[in-house]
């Protein structure tokens, strides 16, 4: 029998979703522009970010954490009742990511960035977001391995179209990085299979946003 979906839940889950889209698709651009060394860090991903690097990097990935929280409660609300427990759990591990990046990236742009532009690092120095040497950067993994966990589990929700299967793909893909992300730390060119959320992610949210737009569609 097909899922009757809310309206609402739709329009939410459409526009979430664009949004997840064009503000992870800004960070891959970003981070591609400083990996070029467009940015002035140096280049490559061992090197620490600019103030500007900070803010083009940073701020689309703040934004980009609520409208993924906001998709995630859209994917629980449009999911049938007997995968209810996979979106659940989901939106738990999404929640989680979201407090612990939002933190992190607003910390960053309206701590770090202002010394660093005044040149004053030293009363943030423990805050400097240094690849694979520093406190906050070990939260960014933590927060981004509870993001491909949360993908991970509301792949389940979807098998039935076309559509629910090419986004439930990239989703488990996105799931499946997860350790790529979170041992970083221990061997650095792990984050070159990382870098794969670039296409995984974006992936799944384009997926989703065609899947909400359709479904609309078809109840008007």
Avoid at 16 to 37: C, H, R
Avoid at 42 to 66: K, Q, R, W
Avoid at 164 to 184: C, V
């Amino acid at each position: 029998m097909e899922n009757r979906i809310s309206p609402s839940v739709l329009k939410f889950g459409k526009w979430a979703a664009i949004f997840s889209s064009i503000f992870s698709i800004s960070y891959v651009v970003g981070q591609l522009a400083e990996w070029l060394n467009l940015l002035g860090s140096g280049g490559g991903p061992e090197n620490a970010s600019t103030a500007i690097g900070l803010i083009i990097l940073l701020t689309p990935s703040l934004f980009l954490a609520v409208s993924f929280l906001i998709l995630m409660v859209a994917i629980h609300y449009y999911s049938p009742q007997d995968r209810k427990i996979w979106s659940h759990t989901g939106l738990v591990f999404a929640t989680i990511y979201t407090a612990l990046v939002s933190i992190n990236y607003f910390v960053q742009l309206t701590l770090v960035v202002p010394h660093l532009i005044s040149g004053d690092i030293e009363p943030v120095r423990f805050l400097l977001f240094i690849p694979f040497d520093s406190f906050i950067y070990s939260v960014d993994l933590l927060g981004y391995s509870f993001m491909s966990l949360a993908t991970l589990f509301a792949a389940f929700v979807f098998k039935e179209t076309k559509v629910e299967k090419t986004a439930r793909f990239f989703l488990i893909a996105n799931g499946l990085i997860l350790p790529f992300i979170a041992l970083q730390n221990f061997y650095h060119p792990l984050i070159y299979i990382a870098a794969l959320w670039s296409f995984t992610f974006p992936g799944a949210t384009i997926s989703l946003a065609i899947l909400f737009n359709k479904r609309s569609k078809e109840i008007i």
